[in-house]
C-alpha cells in the first residue's frame, strides 16, 4: 500500500514536472492551472491503472497448486468508471498442493482455500469439499475426522451445481 502511495506520488510530480518544462520550453505561454490540473490527472491515472491491475499482478505472483476458484468484480458510485469495466477487488483460490484424500473416501477432499482482498488481509481457511454430494464445509474449531474417515463436526452446506470452489477442488489434476 505504502509502495502504490509513493507511486501515485510519483505520477503526480513527473506530470507536474513535464509540464513545468513544456511551458518553459514555450517560454511561459500555458495557463498557470495546468501544472496542478495534469499532476492531478496523473495521480487519478495511475490510481485506477493500479487498481485495475492488481488482479492480473497477485494471479501472477501465486505460487504453483494455487488455482483462482472465483473472482468477484466490483462496481461503485464514486469510481464511475468502473460502470463502464468493473475491476476485480477479490478472489478465492484453492491450494490443490495441500489437497488431502482419504482412499476409503475417494469423493471427499479437505484443502486450503485462500481468500485474497485488495485491501484486507490474506486469509486461510482449511474446507473440506464432498464432491459426490456436491457439499462444502468449513473446518473450523471442533471439526475433525472421524474414526470412520468422514469429517466430524463441520456444518456442510449444499452447494449449487455450477458452484466454482467445488468444481475448482473436484477437478482431477
Avoid: H, K
Wanted: charged letters at 20%; glycine letters at 8%.
Amino acid at each position: 500500500m505504502f509502495l502504490e502511495l509513493l507511486g501515485v506520488i510519483f505520477a503526480g510530480v513527473t506530470g507536474a514536472l513535464v509540464v513545468y518544462a513544456a511551458n518553459r520550453a514555450t517560454g511561459g505561454r500555458l495557463p498557470r492551472w495546468l501544472v496542478p490540473a495534469v499532476a492531478g490527472l496523473a495521480m487519478i491515472t495511475a490510481t485506477i491503472s493500479l487498481e485495475y491491475s492488481w488482479y492480473g499482478r497477485t494471479v501472477a505472483a501465486l505460487p504453483e497448486g494455487l488455482v483462482v476458484a472465483d473472482r468477484v468484480e466490483d462496481r461503485a458510485f464514486f469510481r464511475p468508471w468502473t460502470y463502464l469495466v468493473p475491476y476485480i477487488d477479490r478472489f478465492v483460490a484453492v491450494d490443490r498442493a495441500s489437497m488431502q484424500t482419504n482412499p476409503d473416501r475417494p469423493d471427499e477432499r479437505i484443502a486450503n482455500m485462500y481468500f485474497f482482498g485488495r485491501w484486507a488481509p490474506l486469509r486461510r481457511v482449511p474446507v473440506a469439499f464432498d464432491c459426490a454430494g456436491n457439499r462444502r464445509a468449513a473446518l473450523v474449531e471442533g471439526a475433525d475426522i472421524a474414526p470412520d474417515g468422514g469429517i466430524a463436526g463441520a456444518e456442510w452446506t449444499q452447494a449449487p451445481p455450477d458452484d466454482p470452489l467445488l468444481a475448482a477442488a473436484c477437478a482431477e489434476s
